[in-house]
T-cell receptor, first 115, second 112 residues
Framework: EPEVTQTPSHQVTQMGQEVILRCVPI?????FYWYRQILGQKVEFLVS????????KSEIFDDQFSVERPDGSNFTLKIRSTKLEDSAMYFC?????????????FGPGTRLTVL | DAKTTQPPSMDCAEGRAANLPCNHS???????VYWYRQIHSQGPQYIIH???NNETNEMASLIITEDRKSSTLILPHATLRDTAVYYC?????????????FGKGTRLSVIA
């Protein structure tokens, strides 16, 4: 069964450094998403992406965040200058973009630790 | 904020049915009920969704009341591997990109 994959599984970085989290969505899916979960808190929506542009973003997704689909298979989340509070699990998801009913499938996540 | 209310925790004996309730009294006609679960810190796993009819798949059954103000997720024969946080999410889906709004969910503990 096709799955969303994410790399790396764990990323440790110093505050102020740039990080890129990578995702390979399910191959025939057209919508891509990033969510994050700070330890012990709810899963929060960051951004959705369709047709090579951002469809929707939350208040969390400020100027230090960016997303890109650099090729036909990868979907990336870049954090330009990491802060301590960016430490979280980051989940990528994808969906087929069907009207009326559309299921998002999540990857296993990347644990980002900012020191 | 999440538009659903779920009990914070539940226990279930292994092999018994787990019935997880969810209240969504403000649900509108175009909103579906989705259920996901999260095992430890893994990515949320899709379980099932429905609009107004009861639904069943290989993982679970979803019972939605006639007024659609509440629903119950049923795991027919819970196993230890079903221990997880279960999220009931109400979602408007006329287009394909509506974000999922997660609440705190119900922490289900399956006990041997």
């Amino acid at each position: 069964e096709p799955e969303v994959t994410q790399t790396p599984s764990h990323q440790v970085t110093q505050m102020g450094q740039e990080v890129i989290l990578r995702c390979v969505p399910i191959s025939n899916h057209l919508y891509f998403y990033w969510y994050r979960q700070i330890l012990g808190q709810k899963v929060e929506f960051l951004v959705s992406f369709y047709n090579n542009e951002i469809s929707e973003k939350s208040e969390i997704f400020d100027d230090q965040f960016s997303v890109e689909r650099p090729d036909g298979s990868n979907f990336t989340l870049k954090i330009r200058s990491t802060k301590l509070e960016d430490s979280a699990m980051y989940f990528c998801a994808s969906s087929k973009a069907l009207a009326y009913t559309d299921t998002q499938y999540f990857g296993p996540g990347t644990r980002l630790t900012v020191l | 904020d999440a538009k659903t209310t779920q009990p914070p925790s539940m226990d279930c004996a292994e092999g018994r049915a787990a019935n997880l309730p969810c209240n969504h009294s403000t649900i509108s006609g175009n909103e579906y009920v989705y259920w996901y679960r999260q095992i430890h810190s893994q990515g949320p796993q899709y379980i099932i969704h429905g609009l107004k009819n009861n639904e069943t798949n290989e993982m679970a059954s979803l019972i939605i009341t006639e007024d659609r103000k509440s629903s119950t997720l049923i795991l027919p024969h819970a196993t230890l591997r079903d221990t997880a946080v279960y999220y009931c999410i109400v979602r408007f889906t006329l287009s394909g990109n509506t974000p999922l709004v997660f609440g705190k969910g119900t922490r289900l503990s399956v006990i041997a």
